[in-house]
């Protein structure tokens, strides 16, 4: 209780709260030494014997009062006050330099802070499911077609579910998308057929309700399904007793038994109904599910994998005659996160490279200016050794002043991430992320580290004087005034280093940044195949419940196609199983195929391509390039002779002679996704090549080449699919036909919802949102860096022409005109900045090369992209030169000289 | 480092202000120091400054308050009173001080026969 008093009374004081000042003291002090000289008069002394007698009896009078302020407060806590107080007064002395100092620290840890935490959310999307790190899919690849086979089939599920050893949970999904009749117009949602388990094992419990039962399940379990929060909200306001209520998914009645947390977003669903496989289905070919699977904890991917791919050689050996695809397949895990961000992996990892340099040439431009700063203060600190303090209290002062600006500039810093994180993920459309806005939070450990590091630098560099003085006779620097000709040797070696590799990170930088530019030209002008402007695009998917027989579909297709086609404006319209440059993979719907007559010794040396099903219009609304044959047209009936069209890519990879016209190809096992062929027993059917098209782009990854590709008729499929998209072609802009299409297709069906409307412009447009989101960031953090660098190297300059204001008076003095000085502090710049660039180059052929994956059309080692990022830094650079070797000139010789 | 003899014994003061505070009401420092001098017949020698450093510590431990008044002949001065908490520890430091007193006299006797 006395401590605490103690303490509190003493921790108030330090920080003068208790403001019993220091002339309270003095008047009470000077009060009793007068009382006592008075007294003294009395017994008869005179004024000055009595005075001093009185300070005779009081004894030290500076000695009490300093007992009396040690004791008042706490001393450290005094004199740290008394240091911060003095800190501050030098950095307001200084304010340009101080502000600087804090906002490019500020600068660097916020927007470092800012941009990693976006690649984090991104990337590391646990914050959504806590089991990402072992979540897993299992996929098969096939060597020969070079394809993965995403879709697996019933047996196969359930013999990777055998592998207990490794997996400690595996079900089964699909995506599926549903007429969701739930008030005026039926909207088609997107949702997820799940093994009951499939939820369970990411861990992730429902808000309301509860997950599915084994029993619901099982085929012809009961009809439930679950919601997704944003589904829940959007469609039923969130009602809270919505469990037990129905819901309508393409026509059927679905029992609601529960609702899942905001943000999961498994299979990008926003419904999950039960799979209900049966799990007695020994059909081998028919491969509609995807398995996902939790690797046991402790069980390396290498692990998995090799039991897999024992469980694959097993399969090749028991069933390798009648499924020759089992031949040389091999099983294998993909995580999760993988798989939902690999391909902007390498953009992401880029961009964090390219934060780490921020932060790190930040740290270096202050490192430069607080040396500066406090090497011109050498001699104030040599004054105040020289007046009795002692080094332990030097080092204080120093390491304070530099705490106090790493302090500043930290919280400086919260407030630049603060305020630029939900500026950047504004600016970035939802789409390109792969992650919800609202999980983009400022990352504390990126913000600590960022801190840590610039604290670090900060009392290093702040601290450097001191050490410096201790190695050094402190005499010698009163004497020398710090620095003169050839004086702080050391400090000016270690300014010029951090110059050097303030540059050459710079440069690495905006090599990066240049070579993305340039690929990112080069794509933009890339053949898509097609041509995208005036298109209009929509999705329609077919109820089965209404839609079961081959003519009701093909019958409701063929009849939107004519009837779009007869609206006003409308030059052409057409249907496909696929749109392109909406999807991510390109194993969409892939099939085997033999070529008639030509020798096949093994029987499992099949060839496979990726294929499409069109209506006749598709090609020419699309504006693809026939360069052989004949497009399909209507002549290619369910009756007529079976026709293929195929592509470039296809010609080129079987028939390099050009002689692919007339030939005809066998048709074999399917691959993908289910909705685009709709039939997995084809019978095997032969084709003739009647046409050669250009290569399309189709998937997303604009980069990735065409792969081989068949156009089959939609009038010919035997079980055509119930998912097609539509593109319309016309003379005006398209937006503005989408109320006239909307009603020529009610009346066809007034219950089909249409989906996904889109402009092809914008398809494309998105398609380019990753590499664009890339480009942006990449280019924000080279300006940056650009700027900070910059800065470095004049700070660095300036100070050195202030440093050898003397020097250069005597050359000027000794005859030396403006041009030499300025040549003189220019070369040595340009010296700075050229070994700076070099190194930078160096070091840019090999980190570079890490982004190759990123890069399209142009090579990572591109010569003339680095030449320009080195000719852009070094003039950047030479301009930053430039004043400090102006103010060089100006220097008047005999005020430099008086200076001293 | 034996104390010359007449010195203030290290924490005796404490216990020498808050008896002279509790004689006299509330006093200022000078007073203070006045009276311990008369009281002691000037056989403890006190340095009259190391007063101060010892009614700062009394007052952070709350056992005076001082507050500003005007002194006997109208000057300004600070004057320092004892607290209800003072008058507690007063009692408790003069038992002790008279046990150890009368422990060292003890001592000394045995010693000294």
């Known amino acids: ?900 | 480092m034996t104390p010359p003899s007449g010195e203030v014994l290290q924490g005796t003061l404490d216990l020498i202000v808050l008896k002279t505070l509790d004689a006299m009401g509330p006093q200022h420092g000078y007073g203070i120091a006045v009276r311990i001098q008369q009281v002691s017949e000037d056989l403890l020698k006190l340095n009259q400054g190391t007063l101060y450093p010892a009614l700062l510590r009394l007052e952070q431990r709350g056992w005076i308050s001082s507050k500003w008044g005007v002194s006997e002949n109208n000057r300004k001065a600070k004057f320092y009173t004892l607290t209800r908490l003072g008058r507690r520890q007063l009692a408790t430091e003069t038992e002790s001080w008279e046990r150890m007193a009368a422990v060292i006299q003890r001592l000394i006797r045995t010693q000294g026969a």
Request: hydrophobic residues 45%; contains cysteine.
């Open chain 1, 1 to 900: 209780m006395q401590r605490l008093r103690v303490f509190v009374s003493r921790t108030l004081e330090s920080f003068g709260f208790v403001r019993a000042s220091r002339r309270e003291l003095d008047t009470e002090l000077s009060e009793h030494l007068q009382l006592l000289a008075e007294e003294n008069i009395r017994r008869g002394m005179n004024a000055d014997e009595a005075r001093a007698a009185a300070h005779r009896e009081f004894g030290g009078l500076e000695q009490t009062k300093e007992k009396y302020r040690d004791q008042r407060g706490w001393p450290g806590i005094s004199a740290l006050w008394r240091d911060v107080r003095y800190g501050s007064r030098l950095l307001t002395k200084t304010p340009a330099l101080s502000i600087v100092i804090i906002l490019i620290l500020a600068v660097g840890i916020g927007s470092g802070t800012a941009i990693y935490s976006l690649i984090d959310a991104c990337l590391l999307r646990s914050n959504t499911y806590p089991v990402v790190d072992r979540w897993d899919v299992v996929r098969a690849y096939l060597p020969t077609q070079k394809i993965y086979a995403n879709y697996l089939s019933t047996p196969e599920i359930l013999e990777v579910k055998q592998l207990t050893d490794i997996f400690e949970d595996v079900g089964a999904v699909h995506g599926d998308g549903f007429a969701l009749s739930a008030g005026e117009f039926p909207e088609r949602v997107g949702g997820t057929h799940v093994s009951a388990n499939a939820i369970t094992m990411t861990q992730v419990a429902p808000i309301l309700g509860r997950t599915f039962l084994p029993e619901e399940d099982r085929p012809g379990g009961p009809l439930v399904a679950m919601l997704s929060y944003e589904l829940w909200h959007r469609k039923f306001s969130g009602d809270p007793n919505i469990l037990g209520k129905p819901i309508r998914l393409n026509d059927v009645t679905y029992t609601i038994v529960g609702v899942m947390p905001p943000h999961f977003d498994f299979w990008g669903g926003q419904v999950w109904i039960p799979l209900q496989l049966n799990l007695a289905d020994q059909n081998r070919s028919d491969r509609r599910n995807w398995i996902v699977a939790v690797v046991r904890k402790g069980v390396t991917e290498k692990q998995a994998n090799a039991r897999l791919q024992a469980l694959s050689m097993q399969l090749a050996e028991r069933y390798g005659t009648s499924m020759p695809e089992y031949r040389d397949w091999t099983l294998a895990v993909w995580n999760i996160n993988e798989a939902v961000i690999g391909g902007i992996r390498p953009a992401l990892l880029t961009l964090a490279a390219a934060v780490a340099f921020l932060v790190l040439i930040s740290s270096a431009n202050v490192a430069i200016l607080l040396m500066a700063r406090s090497t011109a203060r050498m001699r104030e600190i040599a004054v105040r050794m020289a007046l009795g303090a002692g080094p332990r209290q030097i080092i204080r002062q120093l390491l304070t002043e530099s705490l106090l600006i790493a302090l500043i500039a930290a919280i400086a810093g919260v407030c630049v991430a603060m305020a630029t994180l939900p500026l950047l993920v504004h600016m970035i459309p939802s789409e390109w992320l792969t992650t919800f806005p609202e999980l983009v939070r400022v990352n504390i450990r990126a913000l600590a580290v960022a801190c840590g590091i610039a604290g670090t630098v900060g009392v290093l560099f702040g601290l450097a004087p001191a050490l410096q003085l201790a190695r050094q006779d402190f005499v010698e620097s009163l004497k020398e005034g710090g620095s003169k000709i050839g004086g702080d040797r050391r400090g000016r070696s270690a300014r010029s280093g951090l110059v050097v590799a303030e540059i050459a990170m710079s440069l690495i930088v905006l090599a990066a940044c240049a070579l993305m530019l340039q690929s990112y030209r080069r794509l933009q002008g890339i053949d898509l195949g097609f041509r995208p402007d005036h298109m209009l695009s929509f999705e329609i998917s077919l109820p089965e419940a209404r839609y079961a027989r081959r003519e009701q579909i093909a019958g409701y297709f063929e009849r939107a196609v004519a009837s779009i086609q007869a609206l006003p404006n409308v030059d052409a319209s057409g249907v496909v199983s696929g749109q392109p440059m909406v999807d991510r993979t390109v194993d969409l719907a892939s099939r085997d195929f033999s070529i008639e007559g030509r020798p096949t010794e093994d029987a499992h040396a099949n060839e496979n391509a990726n294929f499409r099903i069109v209506s006749p219009g598709y090609f020419r609304t699309m504006g693809m390039r026939l360069l052989q044959g004949r497009e399909l047209s209507v002549q290619d009936g369910p009756k007529a002779p079976l026709t293929v069209v195929i592509n470039e890519s296809m010609v080129r990879a079987y028939w390099p002679d050009g002689d692919a016209l007339g030939k005809r190809v066998r048709l074999g096992r399917v691959y993908g996704r289910r909705e685009m062929y709709a039939s997995a027993d084809a019978p095997e059917v032969v084709l003739t090549i009647v046409g050669i098209v250009a290569d399309v782009k189709q998937t997303r990854v604009i980069e990735q080449p065409a792969r081989p590709e068949m156009y089959l008729a939609l009038a010919q499929q035997t079980d055509p699919p119930r998912d097609m998209a539509f593109v319309v072609r016309s003379s005006i802009d398209p937006t503005q036909l989408l109320t006239s299409i909307r009603g020529a297709l009610a009346i066809i069906d007034p219950q089909q919802p249409v989906d996904d409307v889109n402009t092809m412009d914008q398809i494309v447009v998105d398609a380019f949102g990753p590499k664009r989101l890339t480009l942006f960031l990449l280019s924000f953090l080279a300006g940056i860096v650009l700027v900070l660098s910059s800065v470095g190297l004049y700070a660095a300059l300036a100070y050195s022409v202030g440093q050898r204001r003397h020097e250069i008076g005597i050359r000027v003095a000794l005859g030396a005109d403006g041009r030499d000085i300025s040549r003189m502090v220019m070369s040595h710049g340009a010296r700075l900045a050229l070994f700076g660039v070099a190194i930078g180059i160096a070091a840019s052929l090999v980190l570079t090369r890490l982004m190759q994956d990123l890069l399209y059309g142009v090579s990572a080692g591109d010569p003339l992209t680095l030449a320009g990022a080195a000719l852009l830094l070094t003039t950047v650079a030479l301009a930053a030169c430039f004043i400090p070797a102006r103010r060089a000139t100006q220097i008047d010789p005999l005020a430099a000289l008086r200076h001293e």
